[in-house]
Protein backbone atom coordinates (compact mmCIF):
# COMPACT_ATOMS: atom_id res chain seq x y z
CA UNK A 1 0.00 0.00 0.00
CA UNK A 2 1.62 3.58 -0.91
CA UNK A 3 2.45 5.78 2.04
CA UNK A 4 1.34 9.39 1.51
CA UNK A 5 4.55 11.78 2.27
CA UNK A 6 4.76 13.73 5.57
CA UNK A 7 5.34 17.58 5.97
CA UNK A 8 8.53 17.75 4.91
CA UNK A 9 9.37 14.41 2.83
CA UNK A 10 9.35 14.92 -0.89
CA UNK A 11 8.16 12.38 -3.24
CA UNK A 12 9.56 10.23 -5.51
CA UNK A 13 10.13 10.96 -9.44
CA UNK A 14 8.20 8.04 -10.28
CA UNK A 15 5.18 9.20 -7.63
CA UNK A 16 5.63 12.72 -9.32
CA UNK A 17 5.08 10.93 -13.05
CA UNK A 18 2.19 8.83 -11.74
CA UNK A 19 0.15 11.54 -10.46
CA UNK A 20 0.49 13.85 -13.47
CA UNK A 21 -2.14 14.00 -15.90
CA UNK A 22 -1.40 12.29 -19.18
CA UNK A 23 -0.03 15.10 -21.47
CA UNK A 24 -2.26 15.00 -24.73
CA UNK A 25 -0.14 13.58 -27.63
CA UNK A 26 0.36 16.69 -30.07
CA UNK A 27 -2.02 16.22 -33.22
CA UNK A 28 -0.48 16.92 -36.60
CA UNK A 29 -3.01 15.68 -38.65
CA UNK A 30 -6.77 17.02 -39.29
CA UNK A 31 -9.11 16.52 -36.08
CA UNK A 32 -11.77 14.47 -36.98
CA UNK A 33 -13.81 15.00 -33.83
CA UNK A 34 -16.49 16.44 -35.20
CA UNK A 35 -17.27 13.56 -37.42
CA UNK A 36 -17.06 11.10 -34.70
CA UNK A 37 -19.06 13.35 -32.28
CA UNK A 38 -22.14 14.26 -33.89
CA UNK A 39 -23.82 11.93 -36.51
CA UNK A 40 -25.91 15.18 -38.23
CA UNK A 41 -22.58 16.89 -38.84
CA UNK A 42 -20.75 13.65 -40.17
CA UNK A 43 -24.14 13.51 -42.51
CA UNK A 44 -23.81 16.80 -43.65
CA UNK A 45 -19.95 16.86 -44.04
CA UNK A 46 -20.19 13.61 -46.74
CA UNK A 47 -23.19 15.20 -48.29
CA UNK A 48 -21.14 17.88 -48.75
CA UNK A 49 -17.84 16.63 -49.84
CA UNK A 50 -19.50 14.02 -52.34
CA UNK A 51 -21.74 16.52 -54.17
CA UNK A 52 -18.88 19.12 -54.27
CA UNK A 53 -16.98 16.87 -56.31
CA UNK A 54 -19.88 16.72 -58.53
CA UNK A 55 -20.96 20.59 -58.90
CA UNK A 56 -16.77 20.68 -60.14
CA UNK A 57 -17.28 17.87 -62.46
CA UNK A 58 -20.36 19.91 -63.91
CA UNK A 59 -18.80 23.23 -63.91
CA UNK A 60 -16.05 22.07 -65.98
CA UNK A 61 -18.03 20.25 -68.24
CA UNK A 62 -20.35 23.06 -68.74
CA UNK A 63 -16.88 24.89 -69.93
CA UNK A 64 -15.99 22.21 -72.46
CA UNK A 65 -19.24 22.26 -73.79
CA UNK A 66 -19.54 25.79 -74.51
CA UNK A 67 -16.27 25.97 -76.32
CA UNK A 68 -16.98 22.78 -78.38
CA UNK A 69 -20.20 24.80 -79.61
CA UNK A 70 -19.08 28.16 -79.80
CA UNK A 71 -15.12 27.58 -79.95
CA UNK A 72 -14.66 31.03 -78.34
CA UNK A 73 -12.13 31.54 -75.37
CA UNK A 74 -14.45 34.75 -74.38
CA UNK A 75 -18.02 32.55 -74.00
CA UNK A 76 -16.49 30.15 -71.60
CA UNK A 77 -15.29 33.30 -69.66
CA UNK A 78 -18.70 34.09 -69.85
CA UNK A 79 -19.26 31.44 -67.64
CA UNK A 80 -17.64 32.72 -64.46
CA UNK A 81 -19.53 35.82 -65.08
CA UNK A 82 -23.08 33.93 -64.77
CA UNK A 83 -22.14 32.04 -62.32
CA UNK A 84 -20.17 35.22 -60.14
CA UNK A 85 -23.20 37.83 -60.68
CA UNK A 86 -25.99 35.63 -58.91
CA UNK A 87 -23.62 34.56 -56.31
CA UNK A 88 -22.88 38.04 -54.96
CA UNK A 89 -26.50 39.51 -55.85
CA UNK A 90 -28.21 37.01 -53.90
CA UNK A 91 -25.93 36.37 -51.63
CA UNK A 92 -26.97 38.76 -49.04
CA UNK A 93 -30.28 37.79 -49.59
CA UNK A 94 -30.28 34.26 -48.96
CA UNK A 95 -28.58 34.97 -46.05
CA UNK A 96 -31.61 37.22 -44.85
CA UNK A 97 -33.78 33.73 -46.01
CA UNK A 98 -31.78 31.72 -43.67
CA UNK A 99 -32.35 33.84 -40.26
CA UNK A 100 -36.11 33.59 -41.94
CA UNK A 101 -37.11 30.24 -41.98
CA UNK A 102 -35.75 26.82 -41.11
CA UNK A 103 -32.61 26.15 -42.07
CA UNK A 104 -33.12 22.44 -42.32
CA UNK A 105 -36.06 23.05 -45.18
CA UNK A 106 -34.00 26.11 -47.19
CA UNK A 107 -30.94 23.73 -47.56
CA UNK A 108 -33.55 20.96 -48.87
CA UNK A 109 -35.26 22.74 -51.42
CA UNK A 110 -31.94 24.23 -52.59
CA UNK A 111 -30.09 21.27 -53.20
CA UNK A 112 -33.38 19.55 -54.55
CA UNK A 113 -33.00 22.52 -56.94
CA UNK A 114 -29.47 22.08 -57.69
CA UNK A 115 -30.24 18.71 -58.14
CA UNK A 116 -33.00 19.28 -61.03
CA UNK A 117 -30.71 21.32 -62.57
CA UNK A 118 -28.14 18.96 -63.32
CA UNK A 119 -30.77 15.95 -64.58
CA UNK A 120 -31.93 19.29 -66.73
CA UNK A 121 -28.37 19.91 -67.78
CA UNK A 122 -28.26 15.85 -68.30
CA UNK A 123 -31.68 15.20 -70.37
CA UNK A 124 -30.70 18.28 -72.62
CA UNK A 125 -27.47 16.53 -73.59
CA UNK A 126 -28.60 13.19 -73.89
CA UNK A 127 -31.47 14.83 -76.40
CA UNK A 128 -28.61 16.13 -78.31
CA UNK A 129 -30.23 19.58 -77.46
CA UNK A 130 -26.84 22.62 -77.46
CA UNK A 131 -27.46 26.10 -76.77
CA UNK A 132 -25.27 28.30 -75.18
CA UNK A 133 -28.02 30.71 -73.96
CA UNK A 134 -29.42 27.67 -72.05
CA UNK A 135 -25.83 26.54 -70.02
CA UNK A 136 -25.87 30.21 -69.11
CA UNK A 137 -29.06 29.77 -67.56
CA UNK A 138 -28.80 26.85 -65.88
CA UNK A 139 -25.25 28.32 -64.49
CA UNK A 140 -27.24 31.36 -63.28
CA UNK A 141 -29.76 29.12 -61.57
CA UNK A 142 -27.31 27.26 -59.92
CA UNK A 143 -25.24 30.17 -58.87
CA UNK A 144 -28.96 31.23 -56.94
CA UNK A 145 -29.48 28.33 -55.63
CA UNK A 146 -26.12 28.06 -54.35
CA UNK A 147 -26.41 31.54 -52.61
CA UNK A 148 -28.96 30.01 -50.52
CA UNK A 149 -28.01 27.12 -49.79
CA UNK A 150 -24.80 27.92 -48.02
CA UNK A 151 -25.72 30.53 -45.73
CA UNK A 152 -28.29 28.08 -44.22
CA UNK A 153 -25.98 25.27 -44.36
CA UNK A 154 -22.98 26.99 -42.83
CA UNK A 155 -25.24 28.54 -40.13
CA UNK A 156 -26.15 24.91 -39.35
CA UNK A 157 -22.57 24.14 -38.03
CA UNK A 158 -23.00 25.84 -34.34
CA UNK A 159 -25.98 24.20 -33.65
CA UNK A 160 -24.27 21.03 -34.50
CA UNK A 161 -21.37 21.22 -32.87
CA UNK A 162 -20.12 22.55 -29.74
CA UNK A 163 -18.08 25.92 -29.74
CA UNK A 164 -14.30 24.04 -29.13
CA UNK A 165 -14.74 21.93 -32.11
CA UNK A 166 -15.76 24.99 -34.74
CA UNK A 167 -11.64 25.08 -36.00
CA UNK A 168 -11.46 21.19 -36.58
CA UNK A 169 -14.80 21.08 -38.48
CA UNK A 170 -14.12 24.44 -40.38
CA UNK A 171 -10.91 22.72 -41.28
CA UNK A 172 -13.02 19.91 -42.55
CA UNK A 173 -14.49 21.79 -44.25
CA UNK A 174 -12.33 23.58 -46.29
CA UNK A 175 -10.54 20.23 -46.79
CA UNK A 176 -13.93 19.14 -49.18
CA UNK A 177 -14.06 22.42 -50.89
CA UNK A 178 -10.08 21.93 -51.91
CA UNK A 179 -10.72 18.37 -52.67
CA UNK A 180 -13.05 18.68 -54.63
CA UNK A 181 -11.84 21.63 -56.33
CA UNK A 182 -8.80 19.12 -57.55
CA UNK A 183 -10.47 16.22 -57.87
CA UNK A 184 -13.96 17.20 -59.93
CA UNK A 185 -11.92 18.90 -62.79
CA UNK A 186 -10.09 15.87 -63.42
CA UNK A 187 -12.59 13.67 -62.82
CA UNK A 188 -14.82 15.85 -64.93
CA UNK A 189 -12.32 15.65 -68.11
CA UNK A 190 -11.97 12.00 -67.63
CA UNK A 191 -15.63 11.24 -68.01
CA UNK A 192 -16.82 13.86 -70.86
CA UNK A 193 -14.07 12.06 -72.57
CA UNK A 194 -15.04 8.27 -72.05
CA UNK A 195 -18.89 9.20 -72.48
CA UNK A 196 -19.69 12.33 -73.37
CA UNK A 197 -21.16 15.90 -71.51
CA UNK A 198 -24.45 13.59 -70.20
CA UNK A 199 -22.34 11.74 -68.26
CA UNK A 200 -21.24 14.07 -66.05
CA UNK A 201 -24.25 15.76 -65.42
CA UNK A 202 -25.71 12.61 -64.79
CA UNK A 203 -23.17 11.75 -62.49
CA UNK A 204 -23.28 15.51 -60.63
CA UNK A 205 -27.20 14.73 -60.21
CA UNK A 206 -26.90 11.34 -58.33
CA UNK A 207 -23.81 12.99 -55.80
CA UNK A 208 -26.65 15.32 -54.96
CA UNK A 209 -28.66 12.45 -53.34
CA UNK A 210 -25.84 12.46 -50.80
CA UNK A 211 -26.54 15.99 -49.75
CA UNK A 212 -30.10 15.58 -49.56
CA UNK A 213 -30.36 12.94 -47.32
CA UNK A 214 -27.90 14.35 -45.20
CA UNK A 215 -30.49 17.70 -45.34
CA UNK A 216 -33.19 15.63 -44.45
CA UNK A 217 -31.73 13.67 -41.64
CA UNK A 218 -31.36 16.67 -39.90
CA UNK A 219 -33.67 18.07 -37.40
CA UNK A 220 -35.36 21.50 -36.92
CA UNK A 221 -33.14 24.34 -38.04
CA UNK A 222 -35.40 27.41 -36.90
CA UNK A 223 -33.30 30.44 -36.09
CA UNK A 224 -33.28 31.17 -32.62
CA UNK A 225 -35.35 34.67 -32.45
CA UNK A 226 -35.48 37.43 -29.97
CA UNK A 227 -39.15 38.09 -28.78
CA UNK A 228 -39.17 41.54 -30.08
CA UNK A 229 -37.51 40.65 -33.34
CA UNK A 230 -39.37 41.06 -36.56
CA UNK A 231 -40.45 38.11 -38.39
CA UNK A 232 -38.96 39.11 -41.46
CA UNK A 233 -35.39 39.12 -41.07
CA UNK A 234 -33.51 42.41 -43.15
CA UNK A 235 -30.63 42.21 -44.68
CA UNK A 236 -30.18 46.32 -43.66
CA UNK A 237 -30.31 44.79 -39.91
CA UNK A 238 -27.39 42.03 -40.76
CA UNK A 239 -25.48 44.89 -42.63
CA UNK A 240 -26.38 47.63 -39.19
CA UNK A 241 -24.90 44.54 -36.90
CA UNK A 242 -21.73 44.07 -39.02
CA UNK A 243 -21.12 47.97 -38.62
CA UNK A 244 -21.52 47.89 -34.45
CA UNK A 245 -19.01 44.45 -34.92
CA UNK A 246 -15.52 45.26 -35.50
CA UNK A 247 -13.93 42.02 -34.68
CA UNK A 248 -16.24 40.35 -37.26
CA UNK A 249 -15.74 43.22 -39.67
CA UNK A 250 -11.50 42.89 -39.40
CA UNK A 251 -12.55 38.95 -40.69
CA UNK A 252 -13.87 40.43 -43.65
CA UNK A 253 -10.92 43.38 -44.38
CA UNK A 254 -8.39 40.79 -43.41
CA UNK A 255 -9.30 38.61 -46.23
CA UNK A 256 -9.65 41.30 -48.79
CA UNK A 257 -6.01 42.37 -48.26
CA UNK A 258 -4.74 38.80 -49.16
CA UNK A 259 -7.51 38.25 -52.36
CA UNK A 260 -7.72 41.44 -53.92
CA UNK A 261 -4.32 43.05 -52.91
CA UNK A 262 -1.88 39.39 -53.31
CA UNK A 263 -4.23 37.41 -55.50
CA UNK A 264 -2.29 37.29 -58.79
CA UNK A 265 -3.91 34.14 -59.85
CA UNK A 266 -4.48 35.91 -63.10
CA UNK A 267 -1.10 36.36 -64.11
CA UNK A 268 0.22 32.62 -63.60
CA UNK A 269 -0.25 31.81 -67.66
CA UNK A 270 2.13 34.58 -68.40
CA UNK A 271 4.98 34.45 -65.67
CA UNK A 272 4.51 30.55 -66.37
CA UNK A 273 5.96 31.10 -69.67
CA UNK A 274 7.69 34.57 -69.18
CA UNK A 275 9.58 33.53 -65.89
CA UNK A 276 9.97 29.39 -66.15
CA UNK A 277 9.85 29.53 -70.45
CA UNK A 278 6.64 26.75 -70.17
CA UNK A 279 3.19 26.42 -71.22
CA UNK A 280 -0.18 25.49 -70.21
CA UNK A 281 1.14 22.66 -67.97
CA UNK A 282 3.31 24.91 -66.35
CA UNK A 283 0.59 26.38 -65.68
CA UNK A 284 -1.54 24.09 -64.20
CA UNK A 285 1.62 22.99 -61.85
CA UNK A 286 1.44 26.88 -60.47
CA UNK A 287 -1.71 26.93 -59.82
CA UNK A 288 -2.00 23.36 -58.42
CA UNK A 289 1.07 23.99 -55.84
CA UNK A 290 -1.88 26.60 -54.57
CA UNK A 291 -4.39 23.99 -54.37
CA UNK A 292 -2.08 21.29 -53.15
CA UNK A 293 -0.65 23.79 -50.18
CA UNK A 294 -4.41 24.61 -49.29
CA UNK A 295 -5.22 20.96 -49.17
CA UNK A 296 -2.19 19.94 -46.91
CA UNK A 297 -3.28 23.20 -44.41
CA UNK A 298 -6.70 21.20 -44.34
CA UNK A 299 -4.68 17.53 -43.75
CA UNK A 300 -1.72 19.03 -41.54
CA UNK A 301 -4.69 21.19 -39.13
CA UNK A 302 -4.85 19.06 -35.62
CA UNK A 303 -2.55 21.88 -33.54
CA UNK A 304 -5.51 24.84 -35.05
CA UNK A 305 -7.71 23.63 -32.23
CA UNK A 306 -5.33 24.55 -29.73
CA UNK A 307 -4.85 28.18 -30.72
CA UNK A 308 -7.39 30.68 -28.98
CA UNK A 309 -6.05 33.85 -29.91
CA UNK A 310 -7.71 33.68 -33.29
CA UNK A 311 -7.57 37.22 -34.51
CA UNK A 312 -3.78 37.21 -34.53
CA UNK A 313 -3.57 34.28 -36.12
CA UNK A 314 -5.19 35.83 -39.01
CA UNK A 315 -3.34 38.54 -38.93
CA UNK A 316 -0.06 36.39 -38.88
CA UNK A 317 -1.28 33.96 -41.58
CA UNK A 318 -2.69 36.65 -43.88
CA UNK A 319 0.74 38.56 -43.76
CA UNK A 320 2.59 34.97 -44.38
CA UNK A 321 0.49 34.39 -47.67
CA UNK A 322 1.49 38.17 -48.90
CA UNK A 323 5.39 38.03 -47.61
CA UNK A 324 5.15 34.27 -49.92
CA UNK A 325 3.46 35.61 -52.77
CA UNK A 326 5.66 38.49 -52.51
CA UNK A 327 9.01 36.00 -52.42
CA UNK A 328 7.21 34.16 -55.56
CA UNK A 329 7.66 37.17 -57.34
CA UNK A 330 11.68 37.29 -57.11
CA UNK A 331 11.93 33.94 -58.09
CA UNK A 332 13.01 32.42 -61.43
CA UNK A 333 13.21 28.91 -60.36
CA UNK A 334 9.92 26.50 -60.72
CA UNK A 335 9.96 24.46 -58.08
CA UNK A 336 11.03 27.04 -55.54
CA UNK A 337 8.10 28.95 -57.25
CA UNK A 338 5.80 26.13 -56.14
CA UNK A 339 6.64 25.34 -52.76
CA UNK A 340 6.03 29.35 -52.06
CA UNK A 341 2.49 29.08 -53.53
CA UNK A 342 1.95 25.91 -51.80
CA UNK A 343 2.83 27.86 -48.37
CA UNK A 344 0.85 30.43 -49.53
CA UNK A 345 -2.08 28.11 -49.97
CA UNK A 346 -1.41 26.46 -46.58
CA UNK A 347 -1.46 30.27 -44.75
CA UNK A 348 -4.74 31.05 -46.99
CA UNK A 349 -6.32 27.61 -45.08
CA UNK A 350 -5.34 28.68 -41.42
CA UNK A 351 -6.75 32.29 -42.23
CA UNK A 352 -10.06 30.48 -43.57
CA UNK A 353 -10.79 28.40 -40.65
CA UNK A 354 -9.98 30.89 -37.92
CA UNK A 355 -12.15 33.25 -40.00
CA UNK A 356 -15.07 31.20 -40.48
CA UNK A 357 -14.83 30.04 -36.79
CA UNK A 358 -14.75 33.67 -35.69
CA UNK A 359 -18.08 34.57 -37.85
CA UNK A 360 -19.51 31.53 -36.19
CA UNK A 361 -18.92 32.05 -32.57
CA UNK A 362 -19.09 35.63 -32.18
CA UNK A 363 -22.76 36.50 -33.95
CA UNK A 364 -25.46 35.34 -32.45
CA UNK A 365 -28.12 32.36 -34.56
CA UNK A 366 -30.32 34.96 -35.55
CA UNK A 367 -27.64 36.95 -37.60
CA UNK A 368 -25.44 34.04 -38.84
CA UNK A 369 -27.35 33.70 -42.30
CA UNK A 370 -27.02 37.15 -43.32
CA UNK A 371 -23.39 37.43 -42.17
CA UNK A 372 -22.39 34.04 -44.01
CA UNK A 373 -24.08 35.95 -46.97
CA UNK A 374 -22.06 38.88 -46.01
CA UNK A 375 -18.84 36.47 -46.22
CA UNK A 376 -20.41 34.73 -49.45
CA UNK A 377 -19.58 38.17 -51.50
CA UNK A 378 -16.32 38.46 -50.14
CA UNK A 379 -15.29 35.06 -50.84
CA UNK A 380 -16.79 34.78 -54.25
CA UNK A 381 -15.96 38.96 -55.33
CA UNK A 382 -12.73 39.34 -53.54
CA UNK A 383 -10.51 37.39 -55.78
CA UNK A 384 -12.29 38.55 -59.21
CA UNK A 385 -10.96 41.63 -58.41
CA UNK A 386 -7.67 41.09 -57.02
CA UNK A 387 -7.42 38.64 -60.76
CA UNK A 388 -8.50 42.54 -62.26
CA UNK A 389 -5.88 44.29 -60.00
CA UNK A 390 -3.46 41.60 -60.82
CA UNK A 391 -3.72 41.26 -64.46
CA UNK A 392 -3.50 45.39 -64.59
CA UNK A 393 -0.67 46.23 -62.60
CA UNK A 394 1.21 43.37 -64.42
CA UNK A 395 0.04 44.80 -68.02
CA UNK A 396 1.18 48.31 -67.04
CA UNK A 397 4.10 47.50 -65.40
CA UNK A 398 5.42 43.98 -65.05
CA UNK A 399 4.55 40.58 -63.25
CA UNK A 400 7.14 41.01 -60.54
CA UNK A 401 5.38 43.94 -59.79
CA UNK A 402 1.92 42.35 -59.52
CA UNK A 403 3.50 39.44 -57.18
CA UNK A 404 5.72 41.17 -54.83
CA UNK A 405 4.53 44.58 -55.34
CA UNK A 406 1.04 43.11 -54.07
CA UNK A 407 2.67 40.93 -51.34
CA UNK A 408 4.29 43.80 -49.75
CA UNK A 409 1.32 45.68 -49.88
CA UNK A 410 -0.96 43.38 -48.44
CA UNK A 411 1.62 42.56 -45.59
CA UNK A 412 1.69 46.55 -44.99
CA UNK A 413 -2.44 46.65 -45.04
CA UNK A 414 -2.87 43.93 -42.67
CA UNK A 415 -0.60 45.06 -40.34
CA UNK A 416 -2.03 48.72 -40.25
CA UNK A 417 -5.74 46.86 -39.70
CA UNK A 418 -4.15 45.39 -36.44
CA UNK A 419 -3.21 48.23 -35.09
CA UNK A 420 -5.85 50.09 -35.62
CA UNK A 421 -8.02 47.73 -34.20
CA UNK A 422 -6.27 46.03 -31.40
CA UNK A 423 -8.98 44.69 -29.95
CA UNK A 424 -9.32 42.06 -32.90
CA UNK A 425 -5.50 40.96 -32.04
CA UNK A 426 -6.44 40.56 -28.65
CA UNK A 427 -9.41 38.25 -29.35
CA UNK A 428 -10.04 34.91 -27.32
CA UNK A 429 -12.04 32.09 -28.38
CA UNK A 430 -12.66 31.17 -24.96
CA UNK A 431 -14.65 34.29 -24.83
CA UNK A 432 -15.80 35.18 -28.39
CA UNK A 433 -16.61 39.19 -28.57
CA UNK A 434 -17.88 40.15 -31.87
Known amino acids: MTRAPSDGESRTADEEIADRPARRRVRILADITPLRTSADYRRLWIGNTVSWTGQAMTALAISLQVYEITGSSFSVGLVGLFSLVPLVAFGLYGG ?67 PEQLPAANALGSMTTTSGLMAGPMLGGLVVGLWGFQAAYLIDAVTFTAALYAMWRLPSMK ?11 SVLDGLRFLATRPNIRMTFFT ?25 ARTTGLLVGALAVGALLGGVFSGWLGRVHRHGLAIVIAVAAWGGFIAVFGLTRQLWLGMILLALAGACDTVSMVFRSTMLQAATPDEMRGRLQGVFI ?14 GSVADLTSPTVAFTGGGLACMAAVGLLALRWRRFVRYDARAPEA
Open 377 to 390: VVVAGGPRLGDFLA
Open 223 to 233: PDRSADSRKRA
Open 255 to 279: DLCAMVLAHPRAVLPAVAVVWFHGD
Open 96 to 162: AIADTVDRRKLGLYASAGMCALSFALAAAALAGWHRVWFLYAIVALQALCQAIVSPARTSMIPRLLP
